[in-house]
């Protein structure tokens, strides 16, 4: 649980801001979207190889 302790005379817009920064690090909302949709496992396979050929392609340009 994702939670921001206010500070005495703080602004409560800059401990939003906090709050927002911990839910986004914590990826709450990423693990609910991943399992309120089902991804077949063919699917799922695909998107991986995907995401490593993106990330092959990308370190070789940076090496260049």
Do not use: H, W
């Not at 709450?28 to 991986?48: D, F, G, H, N, Q």
Request: aromatic fraction near 6%; glycine fraction near 4%.
């Amino acid at each position: 649980m994702v939670g921001v302790t206010i500070q005495q005379n703080e602004n409560i817009d800059r401990a939003l801001r906090r709050f927002k920064k911990k839910y986004e690090k914590s990826g709450i909302l990423r693990e609910y979207k991943k399992r309120t949709a089902y991804v077949k496992p063919s699917v799922e396979k695909r998107m991986a190889r995907l995401k490593a050929l993106r990330r092959i392609r990308r370190t070789s340009l940076e090496e260049q």
